[in-house]
């Protein structure tokens, strides 16, 4: 399922689902992030990835635990997954992380917007992730993937929990226009509200 993206500084990266074969390219990612953007991701200092970490992040069965990776030349860009926490359940943990070079062009959002996707065809409604109070870029993009509800927590961190809009869905469709995917003015003439129930 390879997808190709175009970013917002007109830069196109392939899009597809982590493999085991990522291993290498996962670590040489890991070792692009800063300090802080480490921190952000794993609320805590991490100097390396462990072989066991590598092999959880790496061998996901692509239904209980979903990895979207972006890759140019090929080394790993960024990365977007979601767990269950039981299977078959409605609802899975998110989380995305885009190395320091690659931040600020849209590929964050991108991929989430392809994870979501993925996420709903596999009957995943809600997404669920934690994040540093001050982390407004990563609060804003999930966000941006539908209705949520944000709940503080301990140690400086807020809960949030986002119910997946669907496809034809209003803002879905101002999004894709907006990043000059579809013309705005013919996909709002077809727009027509949906009533679930």
């Not at 175009?6 to 990522?22: F, H, N």
């Amino acid at each position: 399922m390879d997808d190709t993206v175009l970013l917002r500084d007109g830069q196109s990266v392939s899009v597809r689902p982590i493999d085991p074969d990522d291993r290498e390219r996962l670590r040489r990612a890991f070792d692009r992030l800063g300090t802080e953007s480490r921190y952000r991701r794993f609320f805590s200092p991490v100097d390396h990835l462990t072989e066991s970490q590598l092999d959880y992040l790496t061998r996901v069965d692509h239904h209980g635990h979903e990895a979207l990776v972006a890759v140019e030349d090929d080394e790993i860009l960024g990365v977007a997954r979601y767990v269950r926490p039981v299977p078959d359940s409605p609802r899975a943990e998110v989380a995305v992380v885009v190395t320091d070079d690659w931040q600020g062009r849209g590929l964050g959002t991108q991929l989430l917007d392809r994870l979501s996707r993925r996420a709903r065809v596999d009957g995943v409604h809600t997404f669920t992730a934690a994040a540093l109070s001050d982390n407004h870029s990563i609060i804003d993009l999930l966000g941006g993937l539908g209705s949520t509800v944000k709940r503080q927590a301990g140690g400086g961190q807020v809960e949030l929990e986002i119910e997946l809009e669907g496809e034809d869905s209003l803002r879905e469709l101002m999004r894709h226009a907006a990043s000059g995917a579809v013309q705005f003015a013919e996909r709002i003439r077809s727009w027509r509200p949906t009533r679930e129930g």
